[in-house]
């Protein structure tokens, strides 16, 4: 029992040093071999350079609200940053098929990543170059942030700032597509409703051929003129008031039925005109979707890889290894050596 203790108790602090003294030889051929090692491995890892674009998204998504409404509760402002959301929206945009495709196929980045294009899972091995080369994240402010990483500086920025670039022409294309559905059926309505308004012109204009302009004060001023002929016994006035008296009542209430169904129409027809006329702008006019905080420039030094860390963090994985593969080795031959002496003891 006293054995086992002191077995547990002789590797300490103390004896770490004579420990490693004791061991100096290997562990410092096993240093040199690793700093050998991990230097040629260093130099052969191809250097990257990397290129960042940040960006802010905006809040305004439909023009005609920001620009063009009216009597709106909560007017978009075209120049205020967006949050959270549109933030997550914009990552969202970025991290598409759509853009992924645009890029790859514009830079033939299989090629230049040195795919095989016969290959056959060259796709999953693109895209999985893409995600470790081309990344998207938000920051702490509730900004968006691009990095590309490539072997060319050039590249890398002229691909960051693309992407930049694409995510607006997407977001664009997606809000375009949809106002445009949403201006053929306002461009509809309208029309229709302009047409009603036509038919009930054109039908007042025909009761307005029979004279009849003004229902309620005609038909007042008329029979006050019929009271006064009666009453001047002229019977030549007093018929050719009756007959048009006649007239108005027979056409009036239609005229009057028309005419506050084409007030309310034409109040309707207001309103769909400015619908229409907010949808057109929608569907054609373009304003940016985000704020370029910093664009995208070449590279001046190398990002990847960081030689000395690879070369300082191998040496001394390799010496950790070495002494605890050590150590276990140790501890074994001790283990083994005072079973030995048990057994011996016991005969």
């Given at each position: 029992m006293d054995n086992k203790a002191q077995a547990a108790n002789d590797f300490n602090s103390i004896n770490v040093l004579f420990f490693i003294y004791k061991w100096r030889k290997p562990l410092i051929v096993i240093?040199?071999?690793?700093?050998?090692?991990?230097?040629?491995?260093?130099?052969?890892?191809?250097?990257?350079?990397?290129?960042?674009?940040?960006?802010?998204?905006?809040?305004?998504?439909?023009?005609?609200?920001?620009?063009?409404?009216?009597?709106v509760v909560k007017q978009e402002d075209v120049l205020q940053f967006g949050e959270e959301e549109e933030a997550e929206q914009m990552l969202?945009?970025?991290n598409s098929d759509e853009i992924r495709t645009k890029i790859c196929e514009k830079y033939h980045l299989m090629e230049h990543y040195g795919i095989d294009s016969t290959d056959k899972f060259k796709r999953t091995k693109l895209y999985d170059e893409f995600q470790s080369n081309i990344t998207f994240k938000r920051t702490e402010y509730m900004s968006v942030k691009i990095e590309v990483m490539d072997r060319n500086p050039d590249t890398a920025s002229i691909i960051a700032n693309d992407i930049a670039a694409l995510h607006d022409s997407t977001k664009i294309r997606m809000q375009h597509e949809r106002a445009s559905q949403a201006l053929k059926i306002v461009e509809k309505e309208y029309n229709d409703k302009l047409n009603d308004v036509k038919l009930m012109l054109d039908s007042i204009k025909v009761i307005n051929s029979y004279g009849i302009y003004d229902y309620e004060s005609q038909s007042e001023r008329t029979n006050e003129q019929y009271v006064i002929a009666l009453s001047k016994g002229d019977q030549r006035a007093a018929n050719l008031l009756k007959d048009k008296l006649d007239v108005i009542a027979?056409?009036?209430?239609?005229?009057?039925?028309?005419?506050?169904?084409?007030?309310?129409?034409?109040?309707?027809?207001?309103?769909?005109?400015?619908?229409?006329e907010e949808s057109r702008v929608d569907a054609t006019e373009i304003l940016p979707q985000k704020f370029v905080v910093s664009s995208a420039f070449p590279a001046e030094k190398k990002s990847y890889p960081v030689r000395w860390i690879i070369v300082v963090v191998s040496t001394f994985a390799s010496l950790l290894v070495a002494i605890i593969a050590i150590l276990l080795i140790e501890n074994i031959r001790q283990f083994n050596t005072t079973n030995v002496v048990s057994s011996d003891t016991s005969k």
């Open positions: 240093a040199i071999a690793a700093f050998i090692i991990s230097s040629i491995v260093a130099l052969t890892i191809k250097e990257k350079y990397k290129s960042t674009v940040i960006l802010f998204p905006a809040t305004t998504n439909s023009i005609s609200k920001a620009l063009l409404a009216e009597n969202q945009i970025l027979k056409y009036g209430a239609t005229y009057v039925s028309y005419r506050e169904n084409l007030y309310m129409q034409r109040k309707q027809l207001n309103l769909l005109k400015t619908k229409y």
